[in-house]
């Protein structure tokens, strides 16, 4: 099966002569997604998501490098049939009420009359405008947002690039546009989204990627960059000062708390010998828990290093988020 | 097909502008008016008009040539400030409102883009003018009791000539900003109405004229729309300079309309080559 997308070096030089100054957006991106993966498509504000996207719609022009969509090269007119767009804030024609504005677009991609109506409503119904007639321009953000999902879903697309499809909704609608989107994964389409909402990304995403200054620094599927190696081990006091000697030499990093002491290492073959040190003392192990790097440290990280050329003292880097290991309580 | 989808979902949109409301509706009272205007200057107008049929101008005759210069007048003006309207707002605007992104992402080509919008630049002016030319139909027709002729034919080929000059300002439009264009349009209209002039100029090129010169504006007369063709309202007002023009008919159905449309084209092809190649 062909990848849903693929760009060998792409690359976007604004204005080369003109205002631009010859900024470079994207820089020689390499990125594979394969078909009916959620992608997510992360940076920081100016990274070069917007400009990425637009190039793989054939809206701009590649400076370098190139790019294909289902196996086909970007612009190849069969390929639109299968693949649809939302932009960032989008904006339709606000005299059109919504069924009136996806008849127009299922126009352009010549469905049938009576398809059209079938298909209007259906979509109405799943993003939930069925009921309303009025014009566009009476509708809120989010139900604008709404109409735009719509409007992407009308040619039953096998690929869908959303540019933040959740940014400026209220926690309603944001749910709402949320749970729409789990419902195309569930479909079996590909998806291919830039968002700054990463507990979104990391609940609905398979994989993701981050850029910065248009080059890729990190992809991967999310389990596997969310799957941090450090293991947290937390022992109940009182201990004897000998054993609390051994486990402080045995960590790489302990936190003290009210009646407890809390342990922190990577290397597997330390954690054991914490454990078995903890277990000869019979003292009270209460937990044993690999520790779960959020989606948001790992991009602050990704980040960071790159800017400062360094990476920054664990300490101030991230909040760590808990997943307890079954069976790990002593 | 898609270029049709697009065109009727311009005129939907340009028939909402306020613009081209206003205009219309400006107009549309104008030409009613021009009734009473004709009915204080007939009096004076006979003196200024005797001239030229020896004398025997009656005053409904006068009458009439107001009312016919006059509505003649109010719908090129309408139709001037409508075509560089649309031709200048119509792409900017759906680029500035990110709706052309939705729509060039489907399986739209920028061929078919362009097309449908200069051909709902077209309707749109079509249905303005369809409009005027109506009012004005029914005010002659209601005074002569008969179908004037002269005047449907008058609307259609200023229609054409704005057709042409909206299809000017909707090239531009792919390349320029909104308030250039309109000035560079406006300025195609006036030279286009000169353009004969420039040509008898031209072929004037000898001591006075440099060769180069009159090489120049040649390649003007050739470029710019020929409107000195288009400015036939002074025939049909004064049906006896009608008489001046051998064959009108045929000048009107083979000549002027065709050179309209072929020029138009012309303008579409150019607006397509550009407008494939531009960054959105
Ligand atoms: N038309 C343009 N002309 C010149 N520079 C541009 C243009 N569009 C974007 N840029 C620049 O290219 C860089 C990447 O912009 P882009 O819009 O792709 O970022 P983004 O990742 O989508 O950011 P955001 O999260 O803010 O939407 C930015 O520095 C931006 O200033
Ligand atoms: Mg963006």
Redesign the pocket.
């Known amino acids: 099966m062909a990848l849903a997308v693929q760009t060998i070096g792409l690359t976007k030089r ?2 080369v002569l003109g ?2 100054g010859g ?1 470079l ?2 820089d020689h991106l390499d990125l594979e997604v394969e078909q009916g993966v959620i992608f997510g498509f992360l ?10 996207i ?1 190039m793989l719609l054939g809206l701009i022009f590649p400076t370098e490098g190139r790019a294909e969509l289902l196996g086909k090269p970007v612009g190849n007119i069969q390929v639109r049939r299968e693949i649809s767009y939302l932009p ?1 804030s989008p904006y339709f024609y606000d005299y059109l009420s919504g069924a009136e504005l996806l008849n127009f677009y299922g126009k352009l991609f010549n469905i049938n009359a009576e398809e059209r109506g079938r298909k209007i409503r259906q979509l109405l119904q799943l993003v939930g405008l069925a009921e309303d007639k009025k014009p566009l321009r009476e509708y809120s953000k989010g139900m604008l947002q709404r109409v735009g999902i719509a409007q992407a879903l009308i040619n039953d697309p096998k690929l869908l690039f959303f ?2 499809p959740t940014s400026g909704l209220d926690p309603i609608a944001h749910i709402e546009i949320r749970d729409v989107i789990l419902k195309l994964k569930e479909e079996g389409k590909t998806i291919f989204t ?1 968002s ?1 909402q990463l507990s979104d990304v990391e609940l609905i995403c398979d994989r993701v990627s981050i ?1 910065h200054r ?1 080059k890729l620094m990190k992809i991967g599927d999310v389990d596997d960059l969310l799957k941090g190696s450090e293991v947290q081990i937390i022992v109940d006091r009182p201990l004897s000062p000998a054993l609390e000697q051994s486990l402080r030499g045995l960590s790489q990093r302990v936190v003290e708390q009210e009646g407890r002491i809390l342990l922190y290492q990577s290397d597997e073959e330390l954690v054991g010998q914490i454990i078995d040190a903890v277990r000869a003392e019979r003292a009270r192990l209460i937990s044993v828990t690999p520790q779960r790097q959020s989606l948001e440290s790992i991009f602050l990280q990704t980040v960071r290093d790159d800017d400062s050329g360094a990476a920054l003292p664990p300490e101030i880097t991230f909040t760590s988020e808990d997943t307890p290991l079954k069976g790990a309580e002593g | 097909m898609t270029a049709w989808t697009i065109a009727t979902n311009t005129v939907g949109e340009a028939m909402r502008k306020k613009v081209i409301n206003i205009f219309l509706l400006v107009a549309l009272i104008m030409i009613i008016l021009s009734q009473a205007f004709a009915f204080f200057a007939a009096p004076t107008g006979i003196s200024t008009q005797a001239g030229e049929v020896g004398g025997v101008t009656s005053a409904s005759r006068v009458e009439m040539i107001v009312i016919k210069s006059m509505a003649f007048g109010v719908i090129v003006l309408a139709g001037l400030v409508m075509s560089i309207f649309l031709g200048t707002d119509l792409i900017p605007a759906e680029i500035e409102r990110k709706t052309i992104y939705t729509i060039l992402s489907k399986p739209v080509r920028r061929s078919a883009y362009i097309t449908g919008k200069q051909l709902g630049l077209a309707m749109t002016l079509g249905l303005n003018f369809g409009l005027m030319g109506l009012a004005f139909l029914a005010l002659i027709g209601l005074k002569t009791f008969s179908f004037p002729y002269e005047i449907a034919i008058g609307v259609l080929i200023i229609f054409v000539q704005f057709v042409m000059l909206g299809s000017v300002a909707l090239l531009f439009s792919v390349f320029l900003t909104r308030n250039i264009n309109a000035a560079l349009t406006f300025f195609m209209f006036v030279v286009g109405m000169l353009s004969d002039f420039l040509l008898s100029i031209a072929n004037q090129t000898g001591e006075s004229v440099s060769r180069y010169f009159g090489w120049f504006l040649k390649a003007i007369h050739v470029m710019i729309p020929n409107f000195s063709n288009f400015n036939i309202t002074n025939p049909l007002i004064h049906p006896q300079a009608m008489q001046e023009i051998p064959n009108f008919y045929r000048h009107v159905f083979l000549e002027l309309i065709p050179y309209g449309l072929v020029y138009s084209a012309i303008m579409l092809l150019l607006a397509i080559f550009i407008f494939d190649r531009k ?1 959105m």
């Open positions: 604004y204005g205002r631009g900024r957006a994207v940076g920081p504000n100016g990274a070069g998501k917007t400009t990425t637009k960032e540019d933040e830039s700054h850029i248009g | 960054e």
